[in-house]
């Protein structure tokens, strides 16, 4: 089933370069698993979805990550101005799109 939207959806993809450095830790922003969950709830709240797609082996991910998008998942002034997610740019792991349709992480990255 296609989800719909009756007014436009805010959603900001940040796209870190791929494979530019050491490993990244694993730890972070809570991971996408359903596209048209983290919409709706976008929706009802009026907030835009910034999306941080990680690599495994980028320094600027984890700069980006513990600088700025961590702090701001923990000052709970951003609650109500921002949905935070991230997203493994090379995982094969499953993914509900947009659309409602299943993918994986790394071809919605190709999509985007």
């Known amino acids: 089933m296609k989800f ?3 007014q436009p959806l805010n959603i900001f993809f940040l796209v ?3 494979n ?3 490993p990244v830790q694993a730890a972070g922003l809570p991971v996408v698993k359903d596209f048209t969950v983290e919409a709706r709830d976008a929706q009802t709240r009026q907030v835009p979805i910034l999306v941080l797609f990680m690599s495994e082996s980028c320094e600027y991910c984890e700069t980006v990550l513990e600088k700025f998008l961590l702090p701001m998942q923990r000052d709970p002034e951003y609650n109500d101005k921002v949905i935070l997610r991230q997203i493994e740019s090379s995982s094969g792991d499953a993914l509900i ?3 409602g349709k299943a993918t994986t992480y790394r071809r919605f990255l190709q999509k985007a």
Request: proline share 0%.
């Open 4 to 6: 719909s939207f009756k």
């Open 20 to 22: 530019c450095g050491s």
């Open 97 to 99: 799109d947009f659309d």
């Open 16 to 18: 870190a370069a791929i």
